[in-house]
Every structure is written in structure tokens, then in C-alpha cells.
């Protein structure tokens, strides 16, 4: 497709030297315009991809015309074109807003190369703005699926502190989507075109750890041969998300707590200390009140990460939101693989919304890409589900013995996904010794790993 230049300039010869320069290339389609009343005119009555106009005209300037043009199409690459004794009128035109400068007399070499960088950055930066939109738009709370209380709560509430530069801590088992509301919070606030950072602290070592977090400089440690900026550093001005918070030692704790006090800090082996402006997102599957109590995790930093404090329930306590999650996999996985499955056969829901998911969302997903995968026409049946992961409704009346036995498992699910996992505290919380509850655990073939979904 040709790019339309409009060509603003007082001079006829210089317009039609340029116009006939430029034609030559059949990339461009050219006009021109005497001045800039002329100019705003053919603006307005049809699409441009760029305007190359003089400085010094009669009437309005270049100057005032580049003006509106940023004002009423903010979009349009701008190139002035000025004399060799104006150079400060082509400085003062880039701080308002011009792609570039040419001094006149304008080479044909130099025209080229000026108008081809000005049409491909604004194509970059249209293709970038288009990018940022589809994730603003892919992150928007309206795509977030669920129609359960708890979880139209939870977007109300996430809603809410999105346009706030409030610290978030969300809280949720593995799996329940903690890392999609974190992107959701900061894709609806006014940090938004700016930098979302995301940091696993439970997947480095500690020295590591610092490293990733705050950066190091060159020499500070072996293996150190440049300069490394951290991921704060990097998040400046955006947000930064830190996955797994309650894995950290208490030795990185402290480091941590100064950044959020007052958001200093230094590199490692770094003199200088830098200031960044971060909005800051923590999430964990554990409870971070309870790692307080146990010592295991700073009251002072708890504080500080539990300004506002999100809770995702587990999907267990959300089955009915089971088919349209379900339905969203079913599509996205379709797509995906290139298959036309559309619809899932109602005995599968059945048993999807049977299965106690330990997993959680995550879980479910990954359960709907294998049938896809596995499906054998249009609909998903029972054929198609991993038989492994999904359990199927009981087909007979229970026994007294076994009414009892599942009352005892459910008993103790509870009871270890209350304490987080922490067998001591389970077995003191039901009133019997941790080898009691051993037993219990390996009778009933019960592992704590299944249980909580690690």
C-alpha cells in the first residue's frame, strides 16, 4: 500500500522538486499544499501518512501547523524542513513533538532516508500500541470468567484497588490464579503502558535472589562481567510482581522490607543507591498471618505487603463455575490445536463438577487440553477424559463403612488445608497425636502434597 506524503510548502519550486523526487518511488503517493490553512484542509478530508512542511511561510508557520496537527491527529509523523541558519527551529520542533529535521536544500538522498525512518517508526509504534491493547484488553476484569459470589467480589474489590498505587497481597492456593488477577490489577491501572515485572522467589537461591531482585555491578562477584540491572530497576514506574513471597529467607526479608519502605536500594557491590517508583504485587499459596505466628516470615515486612489483601478461594468452593471455565479451555485448546471440537457431552461436565480438583483452575486446564487433544469428533466425552484426574460420580448406594470412611477423609482434608499443610498443627487442631494422624493419612491414602495441590 503507497504511504500519501503531503508536502507543505510556500515556494513552488521547492514543492515540485520534492513532489517529483518523491513520485519516483511508487512506495508514495504525494500531494501538496501552499500553506498550512491549506494543509489542515486536506487533513481533514482524507487519510495521511505523513507531513513534510517548511518552517517559515506566510500566514500560520511550520511551526504552528506541526502544532495542530499533534493536537487533532497525534498519530501523523511530522518533518520539518528548515534552513541552514535555523537549526535551533528544527530542536525547538522535535521537543514538540516532530519525527525529524531536514536542512534545506534538501538532498535527494537525505529526503529518502528521513521520510523511510519516520513511515517505519510510526508503523513500529502503531504495531506496538495495537500489541499493548490487545494484552490491556486481554487482562480487562470483564475476561477474568466467573459468575460466583466469592469471585465477582474479588473482582469488585480488585477492580477497586487497580486505580490505586496500594501494595496488593493476593492469597490463594496453587493454581487458583493469582498471577492472572496480579496482571489484571496492573493492565487496569495508570501504570499500564509501563513495565509489569514478574519474579519467582521460590525459584532461585538466595544469592541469586538479590541478584535478580536489585542488580549487581561488574566485579562484584566471580562470574559478575557487567553490570546487571535488577528487576526493580527494570519495573520503574510499572509494577512488579512477587510470585511466592513466602518462600524467602528471613535474610532477604530485611533487603526486601527497605524497598518497600521507601523504595532505595543498592546494587550488590554498588556504592550508589537508586530510587525507583514500584507498585508492588505480592502472591502466595500459604497464609501469610500464620507464617507470622510460626516465625517463619517478618511482621514488619507482613505489614507492609498486607496494605489490601485478596483471597482466591480454592475451586472446590466454586463448582459452578466449573462449566464456563471448562468451556473457555474447551475454546482457547480448540483454536489452539487446530481441531473443531465445540461442545462438551453432558455426562463430562457432570464429572468434572465431581472432582474435588486439588489442582484448582490450573489443574482443570490442563485436564480440557489433553481431551482436546485426545477427542475423537466434535463433542468431549467420557472417552476423552484423562482417567486419572477425573473421578466419577458413585453409581451405588454407599455402606455405613464407607459413608464413615469418606466423612473421616473429608475431616481431614479439612483440617490439613486449614493449617496450611503443617502436619503437627492438623493433628493438634483434630485432637490426636501426629502418629495417629499418620496412619490415618496412609490408611485412607492421603498424601499432603495431593491434598494441598503442591
Request: aromatic letters at 6%; a positive charge; charged letters at 30%.
Amino acid at each position: 500500500m503507497q504511504a500519501k506524503i503531503l508536502i507543505v510548502d510556500d515556494d513552488r519550486a521547492v514543492r515540485s522538486a520534492l513532489k517529483i523526487n518523491l513520485s519516483k518511488n511508487n512506495k508514495y503517493l504525494v500531494e501538496t499544499a501552499t500553506n498550512a490553512m491549506e494543509a489542515l484542509r486536506l487533513l481533514a478530508e482524507s487519510t495521511v501518512d505523513l507531513v513534510l512542511t517548511d518552517v517559515k511561510m506566510p500566514g500560520e508557520s511550520g511551526m504552528t501547523l506541526l502544532r495542530k496537527i499533534k493536537d487533532r491527529w497525534p498519530n501523523v509523523p511530522v518533518v520539518i524542513m528548515t534552513g541552514f541558519g535555523s537549526v535551533e527551529d528544527a530542536v525547538e520542533a522535535i521537543k514538540m513533538g516532530a519525527s525529524d529535521y531536514l536542512i534545506k536544500p534538501v538532498t535527494k538522498d537525505a529526503l529518502f532516508v528521513v521520510i523511510e525512518k519516520a513511515l517505519e517508526n510510526n508503523r513500529i509504534r502503531s504495531e506496538l500500541n495495537d500489541l499493548r491493547n490487545k494484552v490491556v484488553e486481554r487482562y480487562g476484569f470483564g475476561n477474568l470468567i466467573g459468575n460466583n459470589a466469592k469471585m465477582r467480589e474479588i473482582y469488585d474489590l480488585a477492580s477497586h484497588v487497580a486505580a490505586t498505587s496500594a501494595t496488593v497481597l493476593i492469597q490463594g492456593p496453587t493454581g487458583t490464579g493469582k498471577e492472572l488477577l496480579a496482571h489484571a490489577i496492573h493492565y487496569n491501572s495508570d501504570r499500564k503502558n509501563r513495565p509489569f515485572i514478574r519474579v519467582n522467589c521460590s525459584a532461585l537461591p538466595e544469592t541469586l535472589l538479590e541478584s535478580e531482585l536489585f542488580g549487581h555491578e561488574k566485579g562484584s562477584f566471580s562470574g559478575a562481567i557487567r553490570q546487571h540491572r535488577g528487576r526493580f530497576e527494570l519495573a520503574d514506574e510499572g509494577t512488579i510482581l512477587l510470585d511466592e513471597i513466602g518462600e524467602i529467607s528471613p535474610a532477604m526479608q530485611v533487603k526486601l522490607l527497605r524497598v518497600l519502605e521507601d523504595g532505595e536500594f543498592q546494587r550488590i557491590g554498588g556504592m550508589e543507591t537508586l530510587k525507583v517508583d514500584v507498585r508492588i504485587i505480592a502472591a502466595t499459596n500459604r497464609i501469610l498471618s500464620q507464617e507470622v505466628e510460626a516465625g517463619r516470615f517478618r511482621q514488619d515486612l507482613f505489614y507492609r505487603l498486607n496494605v489490601f489483601t485478596i483471597q482466591l478461594p480454592p475451586l472446590r468452593e466454586r463448582t459452578d463455575d466449573i462449566p464456563l471455565l471448562a468451556e473457555h479451555f474447551l475454546r482457547k485448546y480448540s483454536a489452539k490445536n487446530k481441531k473443531r471440537v465445540s461442545r462438551l457431552h453432558p455426562s463430562v461436565i457432570r464429572q468434572l463438577m465431581n472432582y474435588d480438583w486439588p489442582g484448582n483452575v490450573r489443574e482443570l486446564e490442563h485436564v480440557i487440553e489433553k481431551a482436546v487433544i485426545m477427542a475423537r469428533s466434535k463433542e468431549i466425552t467420557e472417552v476423552d477424559l484423562p482417567k486419572p484426574k477425573v473421578k466419577p460420580a458413585p453409581s451405588t448406594p454407599k455402606t455405613l463403612a464407607q459413608s464413615l470412611r469418606d466423612c473421616e477423609r473429608e475431616v481431614i482434608i479439612q483440617a490439613i488445608r486449614a493449617e496450611n499443610g503443617v502436619q503437627a498443627r492438623a493433628a493438634k487442631a483434630l485432637g490426636i497425636s501426629r502418629s495417629n494422624l499418620n496412619y490415618r493419612l496412609n490408611k485412607l491414602k492421603l498424601k499432603v502434597p495431593e491434598i494441598m495441590g503442591w
